[in-house]
């Protein structure tokens, strides 16, 4: 996939947040299970240490943490539509880590503003 094509993926989340009224109660349950199994997922014992220095220096609680699911398990098709109208209110900008190569051909697709290029290694 493209730069420019996983640029527009996240550029229509707000459209596709919007349609989570036309889920039927199943699948948005589904989608619920799947995203909150995915924070449980099963990690080697070196990726639960560098989670676990990670929320230490981010300084993300277990609290915190249990906010986060007990928000996705209770999320509902009203909260997805809430979601969609800050994120169209929402200044955003973007990052890529991309080869220079790989910028250009984006921009040459992007309407609006260019991606620059800022070399972070020398």
Known sequence: MSTQATLDIYS???DALDKADEMSQEAL???VVGAVGDLDKPLTPDAKGLQALTWHLTGVTT???QE?????????PAAFK?????LREAS???AVFASEEA????????????LF?????Q
Request: aromatic share 2%.
């Open 68 to 76: 986060f699911r007990d928000q996705m398990i209770d999320a509902t």
């Open 82 to 86: 809430s979601l969609a109208t800050k």
């Open 63 to 65: 609290d915190m943490r």
């Open 12 to 14: 229509k989340a707000a």
């Open 92 to 94: 955003l900008g973007v």
């Open 117 to 121: 290029v800022r070399k972070l290694v």
């Open 103 to 114: 910028i250009g051909k984006a921009n040459e697709k992007r309407e609006g503003k260019p």
């Open 29 to 31: 349950e589904q989608a």
